[in-house]
């Protein structure tokens, strides 16, 4: 499973972003696709997931109302949609996908097999 990330960049506090994952597999409805966070010095954090057919997401609560992830099943595309940034936000963004049976599979504390490269998002 190959999943590429775009979409990062520098933004002012309260800006927003849209992130993409290229991720062939998810148009398949077989695949989970989450997007996580590691900023500098701390651990990698789950943010939002999707499960296959966009039927159910998960979000972390430090996103909530904030964030948007969006499925496009025709062209194998999950986003991200980032609004109302902070600087808490900064990080590298990495897409991350697992096979889905169960929707619950594609919790953010389940185990993700298959990354993407990462990509930065600078909020100031």
């Known amino acids: 499973v190959q999943l590429v990330e775009s979409g990062g960049g520098s933004v002012q506090v309260g800006g927003s972003l849209r992130l993409s994952c290229a991720a062939p597999?998810?148009?398949?409805?077989?695949?989970?696709v989450g997007w996580f966070r590691q900023a500098p010095g701390k651990g990698r954090e789950g943010v939002a997931s999707?499960?296959?057919?966009?039927?159910?997401?998960y979000y972390a609560d430090s996103v909530k109302g904030r964030f948007t992830i969006v499925g496009d099943n025709g062209k194998s595309t999950v986003y991200l949609e980032m609004s109302s940034l902070e600087p808490e936000d900064t990080a590298l963004y990495y897409c991350?996908?697992?096979?889905?049976?169960?929707?619950?599979?594609?919790?953010?504390?389940?185990?993700?097999?298959?990354w993407g490269q990462g990509t930065q998002v600078t909020v100031s």
């Open positions: 991350a996908a697992r096979l889905m049976s169960r929707v619950w599979d594609c919790k953010l504390d389940m185990e993700y097999n298959y």
């Open positions: 597999d998810y148009g398949r409805n077989s695949y989970c």
């Open positions: 999707i499960s296959a057919g966009g039927s159910t997401s």
